[in-house]
């Protein structure tokens, strides 16, 4: 699984996706695919699709505005689990019609 996997299946399931790098700072995907790391003041001295390789937890989460009515759930995925899952969201669906 790569970066520009990880930003198709964000924005084919509106989700925002984040990951912890080894800095300490926290990457997000968002529903739109941008890829940001919210405490970044400079110029990064890291490889983003490195660190990604390097990760091994990811949150996975909702996007949109959390509403009195609704609730942000946010879930746990291993690296495992969210290959899988951009896995599932790359394959293409196949319309169901007779020849």
């Given at each position: 699984?790569?970066?520009?996997?990880l930003?198709?299946?964000?924005?084919?399931?509106?989700?925002?996706?984040?990951?912890?790098?080894?800095?300490?700072?926290?990457?997000?995907?968002?529903?739109?695919g941008?890829?940001?790391?919210?405490?970044?003041?400079?110029?990064p001295?890291?490889?983003l699709?490195?660190?990604l390789?390097?990760?091994?937890?990811?949150?996975?989460?909702?996007?949109?505005?959390?509403?009195?009515?609704?609730?942000?759930?946010?879930?746990?995925?291993?690296?495992?689990?969210?290959?899988?899952?951009?896995?599932?969201?790359?394959?293409?669906?196949?319309?169901?019609?007779?020849?």
């Amino acid at each position: 699984m790569n970066l520009s996997d990880l930003r198709k299946v964000s924005v084919k399931k509106h989700l925002r996706i984040r990951f912890s790098l080894s800095n300490g700072m926290e990457c997000i995907v968002n529903e739109h695919g941008v890829a940001q790391v919210p405490a970044l003041r400079a110029v990064p001295s890291f490889n983003l699709e490195d660190e990604l390789a390097g990760a091994q937890a990811f949150i996975v989460e909702p996007a949109g505005e959390a509403t009195s009515k609704t609730k942000r759930v946010s879930q746990r995925y291993t690296r495992d689990e969210i290959t899988s899952l951009a896995g599932a969201s790359s394959q293409p669906a196949h319309d169901e019609h007779e020849d």
